[in-house]
């Protein structure tokens, strides 16, 4: 039975704190996601505000990334479908490359992808302005840009950058955090503290509303000394609501009682088993980390060829995978997601694959496909 009172947000908070990485000591609770990342942008500009340093409005994301529906949060998103007919992104919300490895312009060498993203960084801060950018903001996956894994070293890269140049970090694990990749929180992965991180969806398991943003000492502090006697001006009705902490308290307890255990191992077995199907005709890439994974389609393996946009990959292949039984996200580009569950079986992992596998072969007799495969 779950128990909840004035008490239970309080010891939700100190168990994540306990958890987080680093000095991330402090927790301000919201409803979800959307509304974290919207909190973070507030307490950016609160923290420079602070410091005397108003000037500090200037803030950078990564294209394909997604930070939420907000308005606010869906201009730090750079995916168009968030901007079109609404006015985003703002002027002072600037955007480098991803990392995008399979589709680099770059070319595939993570250390030269790594490199470039140094160095674009380096030149959008030069270009707005050292002393006014305010923060970066960053996925530890790029979940709805298509689950976009960035090669190992580049997360660990541009935080000692953001470091070096004095700006905010921020990492968006809404989707990544709670063993989703592994670790209790993906930025764990590169052993790197950000100064704040967000979280939700797992942090109830999506049984209830709640997400976090948890931030670092020298951040709160420096708001802490700016607000003096004063409030912070900044809440939701609903934030630490005590029935969702509960939740997340028993939902904690449940990860931590063998359920992050299973997730790394069922992990290991999706991306083995994923792996096997780059020998088919239509797979171009097989992507991801722990239970987050993708697998990219293309009609031509040399050239990286997209399906062909008239057989509305999104819809045809999320019906027929539906149809045989597998619930994957499917994109427009022609990518299966994939985030099973924590608790999944050997076989259920299995299953996955050779369904998926089933969904490919299916698609290879299209005519359409045919037409157009090399």
């Known amino acids: 039975m779950l128990r909840s009172g004035v008490g239970t947000p309080i010891r ?12 991330l000591n402090h927790v301000y609770f919201t409803l979800g996601g959307s509304d974290a990342v919207d909190s973070t942008i507030r307490f950016v500009r609160y923290y420079w505000q602070a410091r005397g340093k108003p000037g500090r409005d200037q803030f950078i994301s990564v294209e394909q990334g997604y930070h939420g529906s907000t308005t606010m ?6 995916l168009p479908g968030f901007h079109d007919g609404f006015g985003v992104p703002y002027a002072w919300q600037h955007k480098i490359s991803s990392h995008y490895l399979y589709r680099n312009p770059r070319g595939d060498d993570p250390q030269a992808v790594i490199e470039a993203s140094v160095a674009e960084l380096r030149a959008k801060v030069a270009e707005i302005g050292e002393d006014r950018v305010a923060a970066f903001y960053v996925e530890p996956i790029q979940g709805s840009g298509g689950v976009l894994v960035p090669p190992p070293g580049w997360i660990k890269a541009m935080r000692d950058l953001c470091t070096e140049l004095g700006i905010l970090f921020v990492v968006d694990e809404v989707i990544t955090a709670f063993g989703r990749t592994g670790p209790i929180f993906a930025s764990a992965d590169e052993g790197i503290v950000p100064d704040l991180l967000t979280c939700a969806k ?3 398991s999506g049984y209830v509303p709640m997400g976090a943003v948890l931030m670092s000492d020298h951040v ?5 000394d700016g607000a003096g006697a004063k409030a912070v001006g900044h809440g939701f009705t609903y934030s630490a609501h005590p029935v969702s902490a509960a939740v997340a308290l028993e939902v904690l307890a449940l990860y931590e009682g063998g359920l992050f255990e299973n997730g790394i191992r ?11 199907l780059r020998d088919h005709p239509l797979v171009g890439d097989v992507r991801g980390r722990g239970m987050l994974a993708a697998v990219e ?3 031509d393996k040399a050239r990286k060829t997209p399906l062909p946009p008239e057989v509305q990959p999104a819809t045809r292949l999320f019906d027929r995978a539906w149809e045989q039984g597998l619930v994957v996200r499917s994109f427009p580009q022609g990518i299966f997601a994939y985030a099973p569950p924590l608790c999944c079986t050997e076989d259920e992992i299995d299953e996955i694959v050779a369904r998926t596998r089933k969904v490919l072969d299916i698609t290879l007799d299209d005519p359409e496909i045919r037409e157009v495969l090399r």
């Open 220 to 224: 709160y502090e420096v708001i802490a």
């Open 266 to 276: 069922a992990g290991k077995r999706l991306m083995a088993g994923l792996e096997t």
């Open 297 to 299: 389609l293309v009609t």
């Open 73 to 78: 949060g869906a201009g730090l998103t750079a």
């Open 202 to 204: 797992g942090l109830t």
């Open 12 to 23: 939700l908070a100190a168990a994540l704190a306990d958890r987080a990485p680093g000095d």
